[in-house]
């Protein structure tokens, strides 16, 4: 079974700080590994995804997230938080070997960052 | 521009009425999904379709219906017998060729309250 997991349901973080948004996951096999970003009454819109190749994968808005195979994480990370960052943050794993099973979701971690 | 739209934004449903909330992609994509979110849950899956004319339940299928006559729709319909319906309900696609390097694309949500 595939499972996600984002222990902190909110981070706050002042801004200019560095902001980091945990993420661990259980696959059997390698995974797919994706961020999302959701903004109020809004769906979701894609930040970055792991596949393969570098464990350091940068994406959307500054944002960039470190894959670490033998933690199973996948924590997102920005060096310097903007308030419009602000926003609703997920994780989401499938396995790669997995068919076309359906991507699963963490809960979400509410990311304030304070001017 | 190519996109998932959802429609309406906003739906009231009365007690024992059935509700249908639509979702329709010109992205080509094969897979459609639809997922429930709660304060606090996540985005928990009720329902995908990689082929017309057939879908699969996902984790919280009861009180909920799905067709996929036609490849860009894939409605929704809230039953009577879903006790608890009130929620934000999120509707994606994806293509089914490397379904891993894409991820989701994501429609704007439907608000649904029961008065």
């Known amino acids: 079974a595939q499972s996600v997991a984002q222990p902190e349901d909110q981070v706050n973080v002042a801004e200019g700080n560095p902001l980091t948004v945990k993420c661990t996951y259980s696959?059997?096999?390698?995974?797919?590994l994706f961020w999302y970003v959701q903004y109020p009454n809004r769906g979701l819109q894609f930040l970055l995804k792991?596949?393969?190749?570098?464990?350091l994968v940068k994406g959307s808005y500054g944002f960039e997230a470190e894959f670490n195979k033998s933690q199973t994480s996948f924590h997102l990370k920005k060096p310097s938080a903007l308030v419009s960052d602000s926003a609703l943050y997920f994780c989401a794993v499938r396995a790669l070997n997995s068919g076309n099973t359906p991507l699963v979701f963490g809960k979400g971690t509410r990311l304030s960052v304070i001017a | 521009d190519g996109g998932i739209t959802q429609s309406p934004k906003y739906l009231f449903r009365k007690e024992g009425q059935n509700v249908t909330l639509s979702c329709e992609q010109n992205?080509?994509?094969?897979?459609m999904y639809w997922y429930r979110q709660d304060p606090g849950q996540g985005l928990r899956l009720i329902y995908y379709s990689q082929i017309v004319n057939d879908f699969q339940k996902g984790d919280i299928a009861e009180g909920y219906s799905v067709s996929r006559e036609k490849k860009e729709s894939f409605p929704l319909t809230v039953t009577s017998a879903q006790k608890n319906p009130t929620a934000f309900y999120l509707c994606?696609?994806?293509?089914?060729?490397?379904?891993?390097?894409?991820?989701?694309?994501f429609g704007s949500g439907t608000r649904l309250t029961v008065v």
């Open positions: 792991y596949i393969t190749g570098d464990n």
């Open positions: 696959v059997s096999g390698n995974p797919y």
């Open positions: 992205l080509n994509h094969d897979a």
């Open positions: 994606a696609s994806t293509p089914l060729t490397a379904p891993g390097d894409y991820g989701y694309t």
